[in-house]
């Protein structure tokens, strides 16, 4: 049976951002990062009440069918609980269409606050982090990014074959302690990107030999972000996905290559624009100015934990 929610209950949800792939990692690899939306969400009697602050306040719908709103609506539902009524507020800081996973942070930051609500009124049924990472996926399609915020560090996740066309796909993910000494450093174009968009420019079919070669590189990529960081930058090497979309990111692949070049484990963070450094030495001062010139926001971030809610 259904419970409803009194009305006075209030949670905010601190998401973290995050970066798929990781090079060779492809829709596998995840990490969370240091760089967070808030979503605070109070249960009223009747209504929806949505405000927007931040990053894509223009651009989101501020509604019902906003994706925060799907979320926290698909978090009560999955634990048997409902709210007469809802007063959302999104403080965005995550950059929205640059490869660090806005969409899965709204999405897990949703059912975060949801869940947090629950637990207000029943610990009992509250969702633990495999479910969270289920649902959250099934919003994505894919499970690294949502995977990343959900649980935190860096990720290994994957999706099963959808045996029954009723029933959703299954995912899952665990979670990897990062190597204490290893930084992400991110370099934010104002140029967004669209992800089905460079999806779009991968074949179909790849060849035997490059597929071993990324199965290779995202086992090492595992062994060096964990124990080994003096390997992260042969284990951050791809060949199925950043060369494919380069004609549509002609910046950061200027900026990946520059970077390797110098030493830096670089890679096209999710579906870009975003680069993404993992180093283990402070980024260069001479590299940080020719990319701010460049017009390139540089980021100094933590590796993150998951989402958490008070």
């Given at each position: 049976?259904?419970?409803t929610l ?6 905010t ?12 990692g ?31 306040a ?24 409902w709210?007469?009524?809802l ?28 869940n ?24 994505e ?17 994957w ?45 179909e ?11 290779s590189r ?49 890679v ?43």
């Amino acid at each position: 049976m259904t419970q409803t929610l009194p009305a006075g209950l209030s949670v905010t949800a601190r998401v973290p951002a995050s970066s798929a792939n990781l090079g060779p990692g492809f829709d596998t690899l995840g990490m969370a990062l240091g760089l967070y939306d808030e979503i605070s969400v109070t249960t009223t009697e009747s209504g929806l009440s949505v405000r927007v602050e931040g990053e894509g306040a223009d651009d989101v719908p501020w509604g019902p069918s906003h994706l925060v709103v799907r979320a926290i609506e698909r978090g009560l539902e999955a634990a048997g609980v409902w709210a007469g009524g809802l007063d959302v507020v999104c403080r965005n800081v995550i950059p929205h269409s640059r490869g660090l996973g806005s969409s899965a942070s709204a999405a897990v930051g949703g059912l975060a606050a949801a869940n947090g609500l629950v637990a207000l009124l029943d610990p009992a049924l509250a969702l633990d982090d495999e479910q969270m990472v289920q649902l959250s996926s099934e919003f994505e399609g894919h499970p690294d990014n949502a995977a990343a915020s959900v649980l935190g560090g860096a990720v290994v996740s994957w999706s099963e074959d959808q045996v029954d066309e009723d029933l959703p796909r299954r995912f899952g993910a665990v979670r990897l302690e990062v190597h204490p000494s290893i930084r992400a450093v991110a370099l934010v174009p104002e140029d967004r990107s669209s992800t089905s968009h460079t999806r779009g420019l991968l074949p179909e079919l790849v060849p035997h030999g490059d597929a071993a070669f990324n199965a290779s590189r995202a086992a090492l990529a595992v062994v060096a972000l964990t124990t080994r960081p003096d390997l992260l930058l042969v284990a951050t090497e791809d060949r199925l996905h950043q060369q494919q979309r380069a004609s549509a990111l002609p910046v950061t692949t200027r900026w990946v290559a520059a970077l390797r070049e110098r030493g830096i484990a670089a890679v096209v963070s999710g579906a870009g624009p975003t680069v993404l450094a993992l180093t283990t030495a402070p980024f260069p001062a001479d590299l940080r100015s020719a990319v701010e010139a460049d017009g390139l926001r540089v980021l100094d971030l933590k590796i993150a934990d998951g989402v958490r809610t008070d």
